[in-house]
Each structure stands twice: as structure tokens, then as C-alpha cells.
């Protein structure tokens, strides 16, 4: 009787989380329409709701209206795809690394991925003098090779988180360093047009940033929910894990790769844009509280800070568009020392 | 015991030794910094210079105006960030302490960074100001965080916690400079950490913090080596261990501050100098700390020299240097399983 009564209560805690996750995934999709909506209807030239779902409808229906369809179909619609898109892979980016590594802190834009794109894309700026795509392009190489050095440099029969933390912080270093000498060496407008590019924004979004992500996203996003069961036997520790029977190092590689993966197309996309891979999964599981999950959540929750930031960037001065990664960064900082000072009170800092 | 007694001896000998033969360098490296550069000077005039200065030579003004004054600023900037870095690394019983990896050079950018967007400075003298506080206020929070909760500040919390705070304030100076095209022409040239362009003034300004910090240091030896013990047994031969810590961890600050304001953020001579040092000394905190003081200019001058000479007719920034060096050392550290205990 009592094994009865205590397996239904089991049930019962396991409904009750189930639940949570459902209210919480519901709750964070209500508030990305939201932001959908406001990020469509928000700008200087005002156009009516009904005009804008019209607008959307267009290529269904013919409809034409030149000036409605201009602003909602070519300024205001692929802006906010992008930022959808962004805050999805940094979102999932910074969850799958901060869980592959045992350590809230270990997002991309900390361990030295996000320095490997901006150095490599800086480089491609002011030492070839290559623009657009270009750029992109070298960022994308950029992150992929500074995660394998990474990698291959904390591996010593093994890799461990902390090995890998610490190299990534020196390999960040390096990064910097080279990214000051090259601003001492060029031009001051052409140092500051690669400046614009680290900070990262969504202002000139368009169909060239949106497809190499959308086709990488198509790819990852699968990958990452195939990959993702595997990750919740890793997290009760290598040893654990091989008992289980999963072969630890594959799989750490390919979650890695795949994490790299998400940064590196969002960085090419719209620049190495702060904060945003390491805020989501924090976010994430203060929602969740200890429900399980926290994958599709972060990635929810990196979407909407991405497009509530870049409506903050587009709108905070009047007369001026901020790059989105102003407003990540600033918000981003208080965050951050806010979750510090709280994680490191709970002894759960490090 | 009688047979340690004269072995131990003999140790401390070889060491005082190695001391005076690292100061002999220090000395030989100095004047190699007086002679190397875009216009090389040979010693004799560099010596002349020195004794009988000619107001008409250009030689003799050269050396006065530049290579003094960037040499003795390169002597001092590299005794404090190797002794900053050694007592840094001995109060928190760190191995990865570093002033770079603290926040500390991230909190002068931004207080510089304001300086002159908000208040339009542009001279490197009240940079100093600047920088010396805002790296002290920086490092007051960096291990004010680290060191909450029950463990207190481990290594990796304290290496975790400032870069994410170098990430977050440098994100901040990002928003600045890009607003203000003026104030990024300004910060590119100190940001990237440099002996170059600096007078006298400048070391003048500086001395008084740089001398204290490094008098204060040299006294904490003492209590690194009782911290080194660990707390408990620190506090049970009647050391107060909170003072200790409070003590160096000022030293460090005001070092690392001074060093910062006169030269900019230099990055890894504080982390890799001090493990240079302990590997030729053992873990004495009397030696490692001469040993640290001595190492680091030579290390930064060095650099500096390199610099000079590596692309002419320019020159590379001390600051990229070090780093160059610096973090493959801190990687070869990091792969060393023995990191942890200090």
C-alpha cells in the first residue's frame, strides 16, 4: 500500500512539473507573439494593425499597397526575423554550453568563441578591406576555429570543464589583444565601422543575413533536440555517464560543435551581439524552477531578449538607433551581477 | 638538523645570489632599452647623456625626453604588476589571480572611457586618476562577489566572475565609444597598453602610489607565507587572516592601479611572472616576492624592446606583446594538473 501510495505521489511531483514546463513554454510563447506584434507595429512611420496583417497576407492574396508593403515586408519583417533567428541560436548556444560545461557562466561570448569571430571578422575589415558577406563569412571560420584550438588546448586525455573555461579565457585574451593592435593601426573611421560590426546590430537586417542562418538553423535546431537527451545522463558526470553506457567524448564533441555552431551563424548574422547566449538559460531555468527542460525555453527566451532589446535600441532616443548589442549589453551587465551576487550567496557560484 | 641546517644555508645564498645576478640584468636590460629603438644610440652616448647632458645634441635630447623616462616607467610598471600579480596570487591562494583577469583593467577603461566622453579630458595625467580608480573599484566588486558564499573566493570563481565583469564593462565602453568618434581615437591608443609617449610627468604622478604599493607589498610576506599554510593553521600561530588578506589585497590594488594609470591595461606579466619566480624559489613568499619584482621587468622591457625593433618603422604596443607571450604560458599552466593548490 504504502509503495502504491508513494509511487502515485511520484506521479503526482511528475504531473506537477510537467505542468510547469507546459505553463511556462505557453507563457513565453504568448510573450514572443507579443513582441512579434510590437516589433512589426512600433516605428516612426505609422501603419495600422489591420494594415500590417494585410500586409503580411499580400503574397496570398495580391493585395498591393506600395507603402505599407515596403515598410512592413522590407524594414520592419525581416528585422524582426532576424532577431528571432539570433535569439534562438545564441539562446541555445549559451544553454548548450553552460550545461556541457556544469557552469552558468560558460557562454560563448566568455570563453573566447565570440572573440575568435570578432578578431577574424576585424581582420577581415581593416587588414583585407572586405565588406558584407565577406565579413560574415570570416566570422563564421573565425568561431570555428578558435572553439577547435580551444578544444584541442584542454584536451589532455580528456577535456574538463574547467580546463576548458580557463583556456577559453586565454584564448580571449590573445583575441583582444589583436583586435587593439589592429585599432591602433587603421584608420579611425574604418576602426570605428569595425567597431559598429563587434557591437553587433540588426539595423540593415536583410534577406542575405536571415537565409545562411534560417538553412543553418534548419540543420541545428534537429540536431540539438536529437543531441539534447543525451546531455541530461552527461550532466550526473563523466563517470556516471560511461556506467550508463553513453560514450562521453562523441558526444561532448558533437554538442559542442553544434553549440559552436549557433554562435558562430548568429554572430555572422548580426555581429557578436552581448550577453544574450549567457542570459537565456539563466532566465530560463529561474522560470522553469527545477522542472527539467530548459532547451526550447532558452531558446524562447533568447528571441524575445533579442527583439525587446532591439525595440529598446530602436526607440530609447528619439533621434538615434542604437545597435541592439548596447541594449543586451547594458541589461545584460545588471543581470549579470545581480545573478552572481545571488547564485554565489546559495554556495552554487562555482 | 645539523646536517639541514648548512643545505638550507647554502639555498638561502644561491638565492641571494640569483637576486643580485637578476638585478645585474635588470640593470644590463635598462640600458639596452636607453640604445635600441627607431634611432639607435650607442652606449657611450647614452652615457654621456646621463653625465653631461647637451642641450644641442639630439642624441642627448632624445634620451632625456623618450628613452628615460619610458625606461624608468617600463622598471616600475613591471615591478608592480610582478609583485601585484605575487601577492595577488599568495592572498587569495590563487594560482590564476591576476590584475587582467580581475576586471581591474576593464573598470580603468571605464572610468577613462567617461573621463573623457563625459568631461572631454584628454590628458594622460588625469588618466592616471581615472585609471586608478576605476580599477580599484572594479576589483572591490570582482572579489566582493567571488567571495560570498561558503567556499569563499576559489579560483575559478574569481577568474569567472571577472571576466564576465571585463566582458560586461567592456560592453559598456563599446556603447560610449561608438556615440562618440572623438573619444574612441583617444581610447584605441591607451587601451592597447604602451610604455610609448609617456614623460616624466607621468612618472612623477604615479611614484609616490608606485613606491608605497611596492613598500607595502615587500612587508606582506610574511603574512603570505601564513596564509599559505591555510586559514587554520594561519589562525591558530595568531594571525588575522582578514587583515591579511585585506592588507595585500590593497597592496595588489594600488600597484596594479598605478601600474595600470601610467601604462595602460598590460595583460599576463602579473599572472605569469610570480610562477616563474616560485618554480626558481620554492614556495617562500620573502623570495618569491624580490624574485617577482625583479623577473617582471625584465620580462615587460623586454617585450618592450621587442616591440620596437619587430616592425619597423613602427612599433608594436608593450601591451600586445606580453600577451603574445603571456597566453600560451597561461595555457601551458592551465594543461599543469598541479594548478590548483597554492
Known amino acids: ?350 | 638538523m645539523e646536517a639541514v641546517r648548512p643545505t638550507a644555508m647554502r639555498f638561502q645564498a644561491t638565492l641571494a645570489l640569483g637576486l643580485a645576478g637578476l638585478a645585474v640584468v635588470v640593470a644590463a636590460i635598462a640600458l639596452l632599452s636607453m640604445t635600441v629603438g627607431a634611432r639607435a644610440i650607442p652606449l657611450d652616448m647614452v652615457w654621456a647623456a646621463l653625465t653631461a647632458f647637451d642641450p644641442n645634441s639630439t642624441d642627448h635630447r632624445i634620451i632625456w625626453d623618450l628613452r628615460l623616462p619610458r625606461t624608468l616607467i617600463g622598471l616600475l610598471v613591471g615591478a608592480a604588476l610582478g609583485l601585484s600579480g605575487a601577492v595577488l596570487q599568495g592572498a587569495t591562494r590563487n594560482p590564476l589571480a591576476d590584475t587582467s583577469i580581475l576586471g581591474i583593467h576593464a573598470g580603468a577603461a571605464v572610468f577613462v572611457v567617461m573621463g573623457i566622453s563625459l568631461f572631454g579630458i584628454t590628458r594622460l595625467s588625469i588618466y592616471v586618476w581615472l585609471a586608478f580608480l576605476g580599477a580599484g573599484v572594479a576589483m572591490f566588486v570582482v572579489y566582493g562577489i567571488a567571495s560570498m558564499g561558503r567556499e569563499g573566493a576559489t579560483p575559478v570563481k574569481l577568474a569567472l566572475v571577472g571576466a564576465a565583469m571585463t566582458a560586461a564593462l567592456t560592453s559598456i565602453v563599446s556603447a560610449v565609444l561608438l556615440m562618440s568618434p572623438t573619444t574612441f581615437d583617444q581610447l584605441r591608443f591607451w587601451q592597447v597598453g604602451s610604455l610609448a609617449g609617456r614623460d616624466m610627468a607621468v612618472l612623477v604622478q604615479v611614484l609616490p602610489f608606485l613606491l608605497a604599493g611596492i613598500v607595502l607589498a615587500l612587508a606582506t610576506a610574511r603574512m603570505l607565507d601564513g596564509l599559505s599554510l591555510g586559514e587554520d593553521v594561519a589562525r591558530s600561530l595568531g594571525q588575522n587572516v582578514a587583515v591579511s588578506r585585506a592588507v595585500a589585497s590593497l597592496a595588489a590594488v594600488i600597484l596594479a592601479g598605478s601600474a595600470t594609470a601610467a601604462a595602460g591595461p598590460i595583460a599576463f606579466v602579473g599572472l605569469t611572472v610570480p610562477h616563474v619566480a616560485r618554480a626558481i624559489t620554492g614556495p617562500n613568499y620573502r623570495w618569491i616576492l624580490p624574485y617577482s619584482m625583479l623577473l617582471a621587468p625584465i620580462l615587460l622591457l623586454g617585450a618592450d624592446i621587442i616591440g620596437r625593433i619587430v616592425a619597423p618603422p613602427g612599433e608594436v604596443q608593450v601591451g600586445i606583446v606580453t600577451a603574445a607571450i603571456g597566453a600560451p604560458f597561461f595555457i601551458a599552466l592551465v594543461r599543469r594538473r598541479k594548478l590548483a593548490t597554492l
Open chain 1, 1 to 350: 500500500m504504502t509503495t502504491l501510495a508513494e509511487a502515485s505521489g511520484i506521479s503526482a511531483i511528475r504531473q506537477s512539473l510537467a505542468a510547469r514546463r507546459r505553463r511556462v513554454t505557453i507563457l513565453l510563447l504568448a510573450a514572443l507573439l507579443a513582441a512579434i506584434a510590437a516589433s512589426l507595429y512600433l516605428g516612426d512611420y505609422p501603419v495600422a494593425p489591420d494594415a500590417i496583417v494585410r500586409s503580411l497576407l499580400s503574397p496570398l492574396t495580391g493585395e498591393i499597397n506600395r507603402g505599407v508593403d515596403f515598410i512592413v515586408l522590407n524594414v520592419r519583417l525581416p528585422r524582426t526575423t532576424l532577431a528571432i533567428l539570433t535569439g534562438v541560436a545564441f539562446g541555445l548556444s549559451g544553454a548548450i554550453f553552460q550545461t556541457l560545461l556544469r557552469n552558468p557562466l560558460a557562454s560563448p561570448d566568455i570563453i573566447g568563441i565570440s572573440h575568435g569571430a570578432s578578431a577574424a571578422a576585424v581582420i577581415c575589415m581593416l587588414v583585407f578591406g572586405i565588406t558584407g558577406l565577406g565579413v560574415s563569412m570570416g566570422a563564421l571560420a573565425g568561431a570555428m576555429l578558435t572553439a577547435f584550438a580551444i578544444y584541442a588546448l584542454a584536451w589532455r586525455g580528456g577535456v574538463t570543464p574547467y580546463r576548458v573555461v580557463l583556456v577559453g579565457i586565454a584564448i580571449a585574451a590573445i583575441m583582444g589583444a589583436v583586435i587593439s593592435y589592429l585599432f591602433t593601426r587603421a584608420r579611425l573611421q574604418e576602426a570605428q565601422e569595425a567597431l559598429a560590426w563587434l557591437v553587433g546590430s540588426l539595423n540593415a537586417a536583410n534577406l542575405n543575413d536571415i537565409l545562411p542562418l534560417a538553412g543553418a538553423l534548419v540543420v541545428l535546431v534537429p540536431a540539438t533536440v536529437y543531441l539534447v537527451r543525451s546531455l541530461d545522463v552527461l550532466q550526473l558526470g563523466d563517470d556516471a555517464a560511461i556506467a550508463l553506457g553513453n560514450r562521453v567524448e562523441p558526444t561532448k564533441l558533437a554538442l559542442i560543435v553544434v553549440a559552436v555552431a549557433h554562435a558562430a551563424f548568429a554572430t555572422a548574422a548580426a555581429g557578436p551581439v552581448a550577453f544574450v547566449a549567457f542570459v537565456a538559460g539563466p532566465i530560463a531555468r529561474a522560470l522553469l524552477a527545477g522542472a527539467g527542460g530548459g532547451f526550447l525555453q532558452s531558446a524562447l527566451v533568447g528571441a524575445i531578449v533579442m527583439l525587446g532589446s532591439d525595440m529598446v535600441a530602436q526607440h530609447a532616443l528619439p533621434a538615434t538607433q542604437l545597435p541592439v548589442g548596447v541594449v543586451t549589453g547594458i541589461f545584460g551587465a545588471g543581470f549579470l551581477l545581480w545573478f552572481l551576487a545571488s547564485a554565489n550567496r546559495q554556495g552554487r557560484g562555482g
